[in-house]
């Protein structure tokens, strides 16, 4: 069935959540953490507030998380979105992962919602640098500010132009696929329900149930790589 809607689609997005990153081998937010801190929230250090306030525990949390993320690689799926790109059969892929993965493989219509761990930048002057800089400490920029990661911090508003992108690419969509998202944070969950207003169809893959499968046209509970490999093998049929 997703064989025929894939083939079938003029204009496809793509939404990708941390159900795509754990198949290569990345912990979601919650599990990214080691033992130092089982006791503590993450969310407590993912905040504009830690980052002021907390500094030096803010630098240790992220630096783990980037070091996690080299450590780690785009699995089969990611390339097969690239080359459906390259292809034409894909539009655009909206993402909740910070981790570049999507670029990584070769996708450049990307919009990353959450930002990316990718970079870092001088919360002063704004200059961009790898996040690189992160394990070797190298936190201050030339102007004294602080290099700080390029996600979005609790706290900070997403970034306009990856929501502008998404909500654009929303509308044209006539088919919308789901790939590892449970769906329940907001703008990304909102964009599903609107590509389904707008007439377009809908396919969630999850390992888990979502709060929005009984509005898809077909739900795949089954791992994103599996399900990828088979839509190339039958498409190559």
């Not at 980037?66 to 979105?81: D, E, F, T, V």
């Not at 909740?96 to 993965?101: A, E, L, T």
């Not at 929303?170 to 964009?191: M, R, Y």
Request: negative net charge; contains cysteine; charged residues 25%.
């Amino acid at each position: 069935m997703l064989t025929e809607m894939f083939r079938e689609a003029k204009h496809t997005v793509v939404l990708t959540g941390a159900g795509m990153s754990t198949e290569s081998g990345l912990p979601d937010f919650r599990s990214a953490i080691d033992g130092m801190w089982n006791d503590v929230d993450p969310l407590q250090f993912a905040s504009r507030d830690a980052m002021q306030f907390e500094r030096d525990l803010f630098v240790r949390f992220y630096k783990q998380r980037i070091q996690k993320l080299k450590g780690a690689r785009p699995h089969s799926g990611y390339y097969h979105l690239a080359e459906w790109e390259r292809t034409g059969d894909i539009g655009c892929i909206l993402t909740q992962n910070v981790d570049g993965f999507h670029q990584q493989a070769g996708s450049r219509n990307v919009a990353e919602m959450h930002g990316t761990l990718c970079d870092i930048y001088c919360d002063e002057c704004g200059e961009k640098a790898s996040s690189d800089g992160y394990l070797t400490d190298e936190i201050t920029c030339a102007c004294g500010g602080f290099k700080r990661p390029g996600v979005v911090l609790f706290g900070e508003p997403l970034p306009l132009n990856a929501i502008h992108q998404a909500k654009m690419e929303t509308k044209k969509a006539d088919l919308f696929i789901v790939l590892g998202s449970s769906l329940q944070v907001s703008p990304a969950n909102v964009f599903p329900m609107e590509a389904k207003r707008n007439g377009a169809k809908l396919v969630i893959v999850n390992q888990e149930a979502t709060e929005y499968d009984s509005y898809a046209d077909l739900v795949i509970n089954d791992k994103i790589g599996k399900v990828l490999d088979d839509l190339v093998k039958s498409n190559t049929h």
